[in-house]
């Protein structure tokens, strides 16, 4: 008999096990980084202004920026942070078969960038 490994599993596992910020991260809310609404899509938010959170969303098509105010963001749409390596979800993002616009590229290429100079 044959066990399949189960992928999804590892990384829910490995997901349990990421170092927490100094306030648990579903409470604040402004951060950049990766959310999930209730639908289950994910989304890396590379931007975060007074009133608007730029972010780059996993759908079906060419992945591309938008920006809605934060209130839309997580009031409508109930986008929550999720524990989830940012680096690992851009390399999931950037290979993306839909194909991804060049403005989201740079985007989510900077914010890799960023996070390794904050190290």
């Known amino acids: 008999m044959r066990i399949k490994s189960n992928r999804r599993r590892s990384l829910q596992l490995e997901q349990l096990h990421l170092p927490l910020e100094e306030e648990d991260i579903r409470h604040n809310m402004k951060l ?8 289950a899509h994910h989304a890396i938010v ?10 780059v969303e996993m759908k079906k ?26 680096e690992r979800a851009v390399e999931n993002f950037l290979k993306h078969g839909g194909g991804v616009s060049e403005k989201a590229r740079r985007a989510l290429l900077t914010m890799v960038k960023g996070l390794r100079t904050e190290d």
């Open 46 to 55: 590379y931007k975060v202004g007074k009133t608007k959170l730029s972010f």
């Open 32 to 39: 950049r980084g990766v959310y999930r609404d209730r639908n």
């Open 61 to 86: 098509g060419r992945l591309v920026t938008q920006s809605l105010p934060d209130v839309k963001f997580f009031n409508v749409r109930q986008f929550e942070r999720i524990e989830y390596p940012v």
